[in-house]
């Protein structure tokens, strides 16, 4: 199959360089996704395509563009190549742009990323069908359950990438999901709804059904009877599935792009105290089965462990070739493949018991952050913390802060780490946090 | 098959497919019992152009194609789509497609008959006409104008995108509708620098339009929006942390609408019993001064369409009239479900995705009050005026947005600017809670994106002056 894919992008390639381009990159991918959506007792929807698309990196003349079509009619594709070599040479000069050295490809890991489960492909539409009623029961096993939905959802693809200065690479991988998702009847009007959803590379490493389905149901009876609390100043501890979401934020600061912009709060920060010296956060792409693993990056630069901040100090940028030449620095990787953060030795529970008070965060509703300064303001869902318990489920919140500010009152990291994201955050506890509600 | 000639549009050609070929993927997709079937093709071209540090540097194409094939059996949907239009691979598709139901074809396709649509988004020129040479001198245009506005700037980086879509639908009831949609975007990101502190920011501006709309005065607003929300930036405070009332001014707060109300008037949400509006039909949901409607007819609006997705008619759809719930925004389920015309919201990102109910151009009317007035009836609260994002959860009515500019009133006046500050609300609580509308109302023309289900589809948005009595403002504790 990968003898194939670089087969076709070898062809893309060629015809790059036909029309004129000076050095080019092109990239071929397929890929195939199924997924089978069950509500109330029936079968809602089929979906079941394979899809193909080649994309190219063109630099002509010192000018740079990138360009995708799934239109593969061989007539279609030579029109394309050459229209956009074309307009390619319309654009201004950029002397910083350059095919990245091919050094960077050298050192490829040969480590296995087991990154494909034939058993993926071989899942029935029987066996969905049978998941899905088991779990579509079990969401239903509450009165209150207005309506509930599982899906499941199973992906192939693979993908070659070539390039004029003698890149060669391909990819494969699998992918499996499922969840459910409950909606509530509050009794006053307002149905809340929860969901629990898994998904690997291995369908052997996913929990079974009913436990997630289960585990849907609890979320939503969880989500019964919220309220908005008082404002206040207090801790935070945000669950395992909330801090990728929270510390994913950071990526965009980290880029190199961020900072030769001026739009980086962490622009200058290098070798600073970022967080308080409890984090500890590594970029690691050779994770076995990991979600966000990978041999060689976007631009091809061979992967490597590279520690983000160690200890709360801040260690490395996401730089690439083209930003990392606008600022005189080595090209790193140009984006995120899996965040591991350093565990501690205690759980959610027990974290939320030494926190005391406070609120418990499992998820976000709206809000963003400013890049350039830090400033966060977010939507939370979650529960109070009274008495070193789970309380009541809160509903109308917002935290508020600074990223600088908010890392630095970091207090505790747990030892339970999400496998369901690339971003195996475990959960994080903050204090001194900005809550506005009543 | 008919006797009848045979229908013939440009694009059936353009797609490589005729009316036979039509018939048999229809018959295919309905060969094991579903009861209506459609397909869309589509092809779109998009040309990108970026500035950055003084040059157009960068430039992106990309070109998709394919059919989405769907058979639906009461309210269960069976997807395929494929990017080989040719005949075998449709009829994979559509076997695909079909097996959401499980006996023998009831029912064989209607003869199809094109039927036509208004254009609401006439160009002087369509954009595959349109040379790159065209397109540059508008970022170079931008990036003067920008810096030309303020001394203090920094890096200037400009956005372009255009694109040129055709698309082809087919309904085993026997439509055949076709429509070509532009879709132009430039927006200007300014990052500015005073005393050591960056701040950046951005203004945007998207029509279903043609080339011809981005003159020198149209980039010279955009420029001054951009340029002047970047340097408040360097005054703003962070608002008080809690409930207090907030002043919507007119134009992109709109997202309130479009967050709070919208989002559950989607009839897919109503019919499935979890939208928190699915019990409220008829019911007076707002002050008889509030008039909000759902609108595809805007010409060259962001939202606006000829036909939807599914082949309906487009219109302008009153969702609440005079304070009373008077209808949801229907795709072809949802209106069969409720025994009612589609309202013409049955949309999808691509041929790759399964239509549903969607948002186009969500309004409100103007009301009764003036800015001023309502200012000065606010004692201590936040006027919200530059938006980021919003979300919603449609069950419990939870909804927020993201303030990016913003100014404090007190004692009735506009004091200081404020920004980053989060809100969050519930839906019906908030409607309710509208105590004034100015006269005032505008519809924003940046370029908003509205998600759903994993789906993007571009949409507009706009309200007047409104005043909502409380909501949760993200701020900090005294």
């Known amino acids: 199959m990968t003898e194939d894919l670089k087969k076709r992008a070898a062809e893309g390639l060629q015809m790059a360089l036909a029309a004129g381009a000076d050095d080019a990159v092109a990239h071929v991918g397929d890929s195939r996704e199924t997924e089978f959506t069950y509500r109330d007792g029936k079968l809602e929807e089929v979906q079941q395509s394979t899809s193909s698309g080649l994309s190219l990196q063109l630099y002509v003349d010192g000018r740079y563009s990138t360009h995708g079509t799934t239109d593969l009619r061989p007539e279609q594709v030579r029109r394309f190549v050459e229209e956009a070599v074309a307009l390619t040479r319309h654009l201004e000069p950029d002397p910083h742009r350059v095919i990245p050295d091919p050094a960077l490809y050298t050192g490829r890991p040969d480590a296995d990323l087991d990154q494909v489960d034939p058993s993926v492909d071989e899942v029935q539409r029987d066996t969905c069908l049978d998941w899905l009623k088991a779990m579509d029961e079990i969401t239903h096993g509450d009165d209150r359950v207005i309506s509930a939905t599982s899906s499941v959802s199973l992906n192939s693809h693979a993908s070659a990438r070539v390039s004029s200065n003698s890149f060669e690479g391909t990819n494969q991988n699998t992918y499996i999901g499922y969840g459910s998702q409950v909606a509530m009847d509050e009794g006053d009007g307002r149905r809340p709804e929860a969901y629990r959803g898994v998904g690997a590379r291995y369908l052997a490493d996913l929990l079974p059904t009913e436990e997630v389905a289960r585990e849907a149901l609890e979320r939503g009876l969880q989500r019964l009877g919220s309220g908005k609390a008082p404002s206040a100043r207090t801790a935070m501890v945000v669950d395992p599935e909330a801090g990728g979401n929270l510390l994913g934020r950071l990526g965009s600061a980290l880029s190199a792009g961020a900072i030769q912009q001026n739009r980086s709060f962490l622009a200058d920060k290098k070798d600073q105290q970022i967080t308080s010296e409890l984090l500890t956060i590594i970029d690691e792409p050779l994770l076995p089965r990991g979600l966000g693993s990978r041999r060689f990056d976007g631009e091809g630069i061979s992967a490597k462990r590279m520690p983000i901040c160690e200890k709360g100090v801040l260690r490395t940028y996401y730089v690439d070739t083209y930003y990392g030449r606008k600022l005189g620095w080595e090209p790193t990787t140009g984006g995120p493949s899996n965040i591991i953060v350093e565990l501690g030795d205690k759980g959610l529970d027990e974290l939320i018991a030494d926190a005391g008070d406070g609120f418990y965060v499992d998820g976000w509703l709206g809000g963003n952050a400013d890049p350039t300064t830090g400033d966060f303001s977010f939507g939370i869902r979650g529960h109070r913390i009274e008495n070193g318990a789970k309380g009541a489920p809160i509903t109308e919140m917002n935290i508020t802060g600074n990223y600088l500010e908010l890392l630095q009152n970091l207090v505790a990291v747990g030892n339970d780490p999400n496998p369901w994201s690339s971003f195996r955050t475990p959960t994080l506890v903050f204090e001194n946090v900005e809550f506005s509600g009543q | ?478």
């Open chain 2, 1 to 478: 098959m008919s006797e009848s000639p045979p229908q013939v549009h440009p694009y059936m050609t353009w797609f490589e497919v005729d009316e036979a070929a039509i018939h048999r993927v229809l018959s295919e997709a309905m060969s094991r019992g579903a009861d209506f079937a459609d397909l869309y093709f589509q092809h779109s071209q998009s040309t990108s152009l970026s500035l950055e540090d003084g040059i157009v540097n960068r430039a992106n194409t990309g070109v998709d194609r394919g059919v989405g094939i769907r058979a639906v059996i009461g309210d269960q949907v069976g997807y395929a789509f494929s990017e080989n239009l040719g005949i075998d691979a449709m009829l994979v598709a559509a076997r695909t497609a079909a097996t959401i139901a499980d006996s023998g074809a009831k029912l064989p396709p209607q003869e199809i008959h094109l039927i036509d649509s208004p254009d609401y988004y006439p160009t002087a020129r369509v954009w595959e006409e349109v040379d790159t040479t065209e397109r540059l001198p508008l970022l170079q245009k931008t990036e003067s104008a920008a810096r030309a506005l303020e001394e203090s700037i920094e890096k200037v980086s400009v956005h372009w995108s255009d694109s040129d879509e055709r698309v082809l639908i087919a309904t085993s009831d026997g439509r055949l509708c076709a429509d070509r949609r532009p879709m132009a975007i430039l927006s200007c990101q300014i990052t500015a620098a005073k005393n050591g502190v960056h701040q950046s920011n951005f203004a945007s501006y998207a029509r279903r339009d043609g080339i011809e709309t981005f003159d020198d005065e149209r980039i010279q607003a955009i420029c001054r929006e951009a340029v002047d929300r970047t340097m408040l930036l360097f005054e703003a405070q962070r608002p008080p942390a809690g409930e207090l009332p907030v002043v919507l001014a007119a134009g992109a707060s709109g997202i309130l609408l479009h967050e709070a109300i919208g989002h559950g008037l989607e009839a897919d949400f109503n019919r499935k019993g979890t939208s928190i509006y699915s019990t409220l039909m008829d019911q007076q949901v707002a002050p008889d001064f509030v008039t909000m409607v759902d609108d595809a007819t805007i010409p060259n609006d962001r939202g606006s369409l000829n036909v939807d997705d599914e082949g309906s008619p487009t219109e302008r759809t009153v969702l609440i009239e005079d304070g009373v719930l008077r209808s949801y925004l229907h795709d072809r389920i949802s209106a069969n479900h409720y025994g009612i015309p589609s309202t013409g919201s049955g949309r999808r990102q691509t041929f790759r995705h399964v239509p549903m109910p969607r948002m186009r151009s969500t309004y409100m009317l103007g009301g009764p009050h003036t800015r001023d007035e309502i200012i000065a009836a606010v004692d201590r609260g936040i006027i919200a005026e530059t938006f980021t994002n919003g979300q919603v959860q449609i069950g419990a009515g939870d909804f927020t947005f993201y303030i990016k500019n913003g100014w404090l009133i007190e004692g009735g006046k506009v004091t200081a600017p404020i920004k980053d500050v989060n809100i969050i609300g519930n839906g019906p609580d908030a409607l309710r809670d509208v105590q004034m509308a100015a006269d005032d109302m505008e519809i924003d023309m940046a370029s908003w994106t509205c998600g759903k289900n994993g789906q993007g589809a571009p949409v507009s948005q706009g309200l007047p002056t409104v005043l909502v009595k409380s909501l949760t403002v993200g701020g900090v504790n005294d």
